[in-house]
């Protein structure tokens, strides 16, 4: 199992939201590159970059820190936020992405993010698919789209899609535990496909708990920065499942 860090830059710096809302965003003063030196220094070498500049504008913004953080550590990294074209998806590739996560395109251009599922194959392109009461949201989860989050899943799986990061937007950043029946059944639906769950996760034992149910990766983001779980459980943590 694949446990990655997720980091948040707004207008550069590290941050972090309350489901979404901008209106409850908190600033660290640890800088993204430090962060992310922190977590490979362990043993981590995947990270989950996250431009909510990109996201609120329609396009990346954030590709100076994410070429800073490629070129000074050797993580791989998927990218997501503000990818709604063949320029940004190159622009995020160009400056260090090893993979990219989309949502709003998957929504709207749906034979514009198949192509790129066929164009840069299926290791590269992963479906975001995020949700409030079962429904899409997109833009940085400002905007509902009411469609189905089981029916939009379906619809790519059956064209060859094979990765999926999943938030249930309810339970991000609030340190209540994953939406463990949500992940098992979506794993019951669609077995062949790698779900990377992300919100929620409370602490290493979250972590165990969606590893037995057959969980992929886990993102993770606010436990780390609340201090419930520390470097040293991750060390640990990868130690014992290596």
């Given amino acids: ?25 908190k600033i660290y003063k640890l800088s993204p590159l430090d962060l992310a030196k922190k977590f490979e220094s362990i043993g981590i070498n995947k990270l989950h970059f996250i431009d909510l500049d990109g996201a609120k504008k329609g396009h990346i913004v954030n590709y100076p820190t994410l070429e800073t953080i490629a070129g000074h550590t050797s993580l791989k990294i998927n990218f997501t936020g503000g990818l709604h074209t063949d320029g940004d998806v190159s622009k995020a590739f160009e400056f260090g992405a090893d993979s990219i996560t989309a949502s709003t395109v998957s929504i709207y251009y749906p034979e514009l993010f198949k192509a790129w599922i066929i164009s840069y194959g299926r290791e590269k392109i992963m479906l975001g698919a995020d949700s409030l009461d079962h429904q899409i949201r997109i833009g940085g989860w400002l905007k509902n789209t009411k469609v189905d989050l089981f ?8 064209r060859g899609l094979k990765y999926i990061k999943t938030t249930d937007i309810c339970k991000d950043s609030l340190l209540k535990g994953p939406p463990f029946e949500l992940y098992q059944e979506l794993l019951t639906k669609f077995p062949n496909l790698h ?20 969980i ?22 990868i130690a014992y499942s290596n």
């Avoid at 029916?151 to 059956?158: F, L, N, R, T």
Wanted: hydrophobic fraction near 40%.
């Fill in 1 to 25: 199992m694949e446990i990655i860090p997720s980091i948040l830059i707004h207008k550069g710096k590290t941050t972090r939201l309350i489901n979404g809302d901008f209106k409850k965003e």
């Fill in 151 to 158: 029916k939009h899943i379906a619809y790519y799986y059956d």
């Fill in 195 to 214: 779900i990377l769950a992300k919100g929620g996760v409370r602490d290493v034992s979250d972590i165990v708990a969606l590893k037995k149910i057959g």
């Fill in 216 to 237: 992929h990766s886990v993102i993770f983001s606010r436990s780390y920065f609340e201090g419930r779980i520390t470097l040293k459980e991750l060390s640990d943590f």
